[in-house]
């Protein structure tokens, strides 16, 4: 461009600057001005009156179906209720619709949190649990060093001592895990489910622990130093987009350090989208008088047909 053609240019702004209300409607890259779509209301996803909020967390991906056009939008929707999955989310052009792509990076925002939040300072005073700490000094050394979240220093293995004195058949831990979210929204709900459960069969649980910092393998240490025969250890799982509330309990017959993985038997997906608390409490303590019966957990459990 020489100097002339950037003469005319600067002029041919300044007045389209100056000129009245009633210019032409700009162009998109050479192409005709469209005003961009106000994006669905709430009456376009058939819900409830006053189930629509302005918190895209709030609605149902189950519900959430924003595909122009479809062929057959009756069994669609019919398949995408019985999943959280990103099924007819539509597109706008080659791109996803905002809606889609705003519901996206809240849900990555509260997986983020999950990780990254605590629990709070109070929580296993207001539940009458023994806290404990893993040699994990912080959260980045938790994220960083996950060997350290698997054992603790002496002076937790003293509090367990003098927690758990004898040693009981079952033992309790909740953990925080890899979310926050879920020890806080799951763990007392399952645990009373699991100890009236227990209870239900004359199964002896001892004083449960809460453990910060908590890596599945902290489970196999309480085991070191109580001496029970079974742990059950609740915690966060590594949060997703479907949910930032996940929490598994992974169960181990004589536990103890070294243990491997494979011993473990694990119910995971607890987290009101997935199998409620409750439910998972229920489940979790019958299959603990199924472990104590056989002797067994993990993969020697499945060799014996029980699960």
Excluded at 113 to 136: I, Y
Excluded at 193 to 219: E, N, P
């Amino acid at each position: 461009m020489n100097k002339q053609e950037l003469s005319a240019l600067v002029a041919e702004i300044i007045q389209s600057l100056d000129a009245p209300a009633t210019k032409p409607e700009p162009t998109v890259k050479a192409s005709d001005y469209k005003p961009a779509d106000p994006g669905p209301k709430a009456e376009d996803f058939h819900h409830k009156d006053g189930d629509f909020v302005e918190d895209v967390t709030q609605l149902d991906l189950r519900k959430l179906y924003l595909t122009d056009d479809p062929a057959n939008k009756e069994a669609f929707a019919k398949l995408k209720a019985k999943t959280p999955a990103r099924l007819g989310s539509g597109r706008a052009g080659p791109r996803y619709k905002t809606l889609t792509m705003l519901r996206f990076r809240a849900d990555h925002a509260a997986a983020q949190d999950a990780v990254f939040s605590q629990v709070p300072e109070d929580f296993a005073q207001k539940n009458g649990l023994v806290p404990l700490q893993t040699r994990c000094k912080d959260k980045e050394e938790y994220l960083t060093r996950p060997d350290l979240g698997r054992c603790f220093d002496e002076e937790n293995q003293n509090k367990i001592r003098a927690a758990v004195p004898a040693p009981p058949k079952v033992q309790l831990v909740i953990g925080d895990g890899l979310s926050s979210a879920a020890c806080i929204h799951n763990a007392m709900d399952c645990a009373g489910a699991i100890r009236d459960g227990l209870q239900l069969q004359g199964i002896s649980l001892g004083q449960t622990l809460f453990v910060r910092y908590c890596r599945v393998g902290a489970g196999d240490a309480v085991g070191d130093v109580t001496g029970c025969e079974v742990v059950c250890v609740l915690v966060g799982e590594r949060p997703g987009l479907v949910t930032d509330k996940s929490m598994s309990a992974y169960i181990t017959y004589k536990p103890h350090t070294g243990v491997s993985e494979s011993s473990r038997t694990v119910v995971s997906n607890i987290h009101p989208q997935g199998t409620p608390a409750v439910e998972a409490g229920a489940f979790v303590a019958e299959l603990i008088g199924t472990i104590l019966q056989k002797k067994a957990s993990g993969v020697a459990l499945q060799r014996e047909g029980a699960v």
